[in-house]
């Protein structure tokens, strides 16, 4: 009898979980909640709250839940790339680029290239949320519509990133839970991401070609903007060459950042306050809130059969057929960064190859919808905020081509060198 309330008490419990997770992901596909200013960060920290008043969920077992060493390699990233735009170095850049002479189809060029080298070794949420307001303004000065630059940047952000295990969240989230290789996984990606950013210029020249058929203005001079900070700049130069020491050492990737991050704290002219402050909070409590959530759905008894069933069936994305699928349908629904999180909780034997794959997928599919990406979103927003609108259909536009085309290309290219099969 009481074998039999536990086993009730334990399908209503779980039931609850499930209910919660589905509710969890289902807002990280709509971005909100109807009626209330909820956002994803919002909604997967109310969904802990569920959690832990339900009493599934124990304040010490959420400890076990959160990738500690993931949250610890984001935020030493964030504190690098905080050093880079306190020095103004991001300012300097898009403003250079938006600046920059000859057609409108070697402007759009400038724009995927900056935006892509950048985002490869500083995340491209960042690179996005700093160069997009800049490049707008200075593309809209010079008379020019904004929309396919801002196509631009993005699609170069993203295309950029999918090279290094540090140029987006679920690419360090990977890298960290597989325990990859930093340089193989160079070797392995950054062919496919270089042949990415030719295609979004490609694509975007030839779908958007009445738009950069105009003749560009001279940007005219304006006063206020931020003074390149040389010194700050080289120091975080020389931090980018210190974690790439440091990740060749034998020493966890986390530890090695962590260091780097401290070393620039301790300045004498950049206030560790501004550069903390310019750390994306949101983003960090998104990624511990949805440890939990998936944790507390891992741990289930609907979960584990459900992976059983995935096993027997050879439905784990292990392959490229399977793997296609997985990432164009998961990354563009609710987004990469969940997706993958997902995809983690209850794929617990992916090999190296697999995992790299993953990685490479994911990060392309999220070119093909504005939802795909945080960063898709981040740039039209904004943009937004200085006037210009970069619509679904306007991102689609360019988007689903490219993200086929480069798609393709990352199959036959991870195919060919061995790291997944068909």
């Not at 985002?119 to 949420?125: G, I």
């Not at 069933?309 to 490229?320: C, H, K, Q, V, Y």
């Not at 993953?358 to 599919?365: F, M, Y």
């Amino acid at each position: 009898m009481i074998s039999g309330e536990r086993r009730a008490i334990t399908i209503i419990m779980d039931s609850f979980v499930i209910a919660v997770f589905v509710l969890t992901y289902l807002g990280m596909a709509f971005g909100s909640v109807p009626g209330l200013k909820i956002d994803r960060t919002g909604i997967a920290l109310v969904a802990v709250v569920a959690l832990l008043v339900s009493g599934k969920v124990g304040v010490r077992a959420m400890g076990s839940s959160i990738d500690v060493p993931t949250l610890l390699l984001l935020f030493a990233m964030m504190i690098v790339s905080a050093q880079f735009q306190l020095a103004g170095v991001y300012e300097a850049v898009a403003t250079r680029v938006a600046g920059g002479s000859g057609s409108p189809r070697r402007l759009l060029a400038l724009v995927i290239l900056a935006a892509g080298g950048l985002s490869a070794v500083l995340a491209n949420d960042v690179v996005c949320f700093a160069m997009t307001p800049i490049v707008t303004l200075g593309i809209q000065r010079r008379g020019l519509d904004p929309r396919p630059y801002l196509l631009g940047l993005v699609g170069g952000a993203n295309a950029g990133s999918a090279a290094t295990l540090i140029g987006n969240p679920q690419n360090i989230l990977i890298g960290q839970v597989g325990g990859l290789d930093f340089w193989d996984f160079l070797a392995a990606c950054a062919v496919p991401a270089a042949l990415s950013l030719l295609v979004v210029h490609l694509v975007i020249s030839w779908l958007w070609r009445r738009e950069l058929a105009a003749e560009p203005q001279p940007l005219p001079p304006v006063a206020g903007e931020r003074r390149l900070h040389r010194w700050q700049a080289m120091k975080g130069g020389c931090a980018l060459l210190g974690l790439a020491l440091l990740f060749a050492a034998p020493l966890p990737r986390e530890v090695g950042a962590m260091v780097i991050a401290g070393l620039l704290l301790a300045s004498r002219r950049m206030s560790s306050r501004e550069m903390i402050g310019s750390v994306d909070w949101h983003l960090l409590l998104l990624f511990a809130c949805l440890f939990v959530v998936t944790g507390a759905f891992a741990d289930t008894d609907f979960a584990r059969q459900w992976v059983e069933t995935l096993a027997e069936r050879g439905l784990f994305p292990d392959t490229l057929g399977a793997m296609l699928p997985v990432a164009l349908l998961a990354s563009n629904s609710i987004g990469n960064v969940p997706a993958v999180m997902l995809i983690l909780s209850v794929w617990h034997t992916p090999d190296p190859g697999a995992l790299t794959g993953l990685a490479l997928l994911s990060t392309l599919a999220g070119n093909f919808l504005l939802v795909g990406s945080l960063a898709n979103i981040i740039v039209a927003e904004r943009a937004a905020s200085v006037g210009a609108r970069l619509s679904f259909a306007d991102f689609a536009r360019a988007g689903v081509p490219l993200t086929l085309v480069t798609m393709a290309i990352a199959l036959v290219w991870l195919w060919l060198g061995g790291w997944m099969h068909w």
